[in-house]
Structure formats: C-alpha cells, structure tokens
C-alpha cells in the first residue's frame, strides 16, 4: 500500500511539489485510469459518428473508481467517498445489463438502498475524523457528489428500460455540470489528485453533447420523413 512518504520534488512555476507514493497512486492508478476510459469512449463515438459505450468503458470504470475510493478514504474527503462509493453501483449493475441483456430489470428501491449503505459506511469510519473539512465548502462538495452520481442513476433507469447500456444527452449535460462543481471543490482543497481527475472532463462531456444531439436531431428528422 502506497505511503505519504515523499517520493520526489519537481517545481512548477517556481514552486516546489512534493508527490508523495499517495498521490502518484491516485494519478496513475485513478487518473491514468478514467482518462483512458474516457478517450476510449470519445474515439469509438467518433468513429461511430454518434455516441457510443464499449463494455471496457464500464470495466475501466470499476476497476478505477476503486482506486480512487481507496486514496479518497486516505485523505478523508467526504464528497469523493461518497461519488465514488456510489457510482460504483451502476458501473456494476451496466456491466450486468451488457452481459445479461434479457435478465428482467432490477427494482430501482433496493439498488438505492445498497447505494445509501456503501455511502454510509467510508463516511462513518472515514470521514468524521477529517474534521478540518467540515466547513461551508463541503457543501459545495457535496451538491456536486449528488450531481455528478444523480448522471448514472438517470443513465440506469434509461438502460433498464432500454435493456441496452446507452449514455443520453441528459447524461452528458449531467455530467458537465457535475465535474465543473467537483472541480471547483478539488481547486478549493489544492487536491492535486482530484483536480487532474476533472480538469478536462468537460471537453469529452461537450463532444459528447455535440454528437448526441447531433443524433437525437437526425432521428427526429428520419421519425417524421417515415411519418
């Protein structure tokens, strides 16, 4: 398990960073990651020429949100928990649709419920004894926890109905808001982790966008042509 022990300094813009093996796990075992996730989405959507989500999109997602989760409980942040612990519930349950696409829809209450719990458990025995965070800014955090995880629950709901894991436009426009608000909160904390993770985010989300309703409009267009 990685240790705060620095590992070395580089300067940036006349200042000293010092990268300790936590934050090296966090970029290159998270960051590394989701960037990867990210750009594999954005390349099969734009060869597709519409928005598309390959299986290891999810896969990635899983194995890389576990990776910041446990360097979010390192450093006691309560909002990043609580995302990342409850994101991972529709990474899971997408892989589960891809695989078993005919399985009947789960009930959405009781996938809530294991949500809540596995929200409830790092913030217990992890986030209370951070109390330097619990300022007015946590607030901030954590509306934008409740934006940024509300995109795969609505993302869900359409995959249940559609039997098919699909991210729509309202997904996206989600997820833009989101990252923008846990961005700030990363800025606010001097997370440097945390701030690489949502710095470029929005330029994938708004790609993401233009081709969606890009799509959206060409299946108007062809719905009244075959009406």
């Known amino acids: 398990m990685p240790t705060d022990t620095v590992a070395f300094t580089i300067d940036l813009f006349g200042k000293h960073l010092s990268l300790t ?3 090296i796990f966090g970029l290159a075992g998270g960051n590394a990651l989701f960037s990867s996730r990210v750009i594999l989405q954005w390349w099969a959507s734009e060869r597709a020429g519409r ?4 299986v290891s999109f999810w896969w990635i997602s899983v194995v890389a949100t576990a990776v910041h989760f446990i360097y979010a409980c390192h450093i006691r942040e309560i909002p990043f928990m609580i995302m990342l612990s409850v994101t991972l519930v529709p990474y899971v349950r997408n892989l589960s ?18 949500s809540v719990v596995l929200t409830l458990i ?3 025995f992890f986030g209370y004894k951070n109390r ?8 901030l955090g954590l509306v934008g926890t409740f934006i940024y995880s509300s995109r795969f629950f609505v993302s869900w709901i359409e995959s249940e109905r559609n039997r098919q ?14 990252s923008l608000l846990m961005l700030a909160y990363a800025l606010i904390r001097h997370n440097l982790v945390f701030i690489l993770a949502f710095l470029f985010n929005g330029i994938p ?8 309703g890009r799509q959206n409009k060409a299946a108007a267009v062809a719905s009244e042509c075959g009406g």
């Open 21 to 23: 093996w936590w934050i």
């Open 51 to 54: 928005t598309v989500v390959p």
């Open 97 to 114: 649709i891809h695989y078993r696409p005919n399985r009947p829809p789960l009930p959405m209450i009781p996938m809530l419920v294991v």
């Open 122 to 124: 790092p913030t217990f």
């Open 132 to 139: 330097d965070h619990l300022d007015g800014w946590i607030v």
């Open 165 to 178: 894991a699909t991210l729509s436009l309202k997904f996206w426009w989600i997820s833009l808001i989101g």
């Open 205 to 212: 989300f708004v790609r993401n966008i233009m081709l969606t």
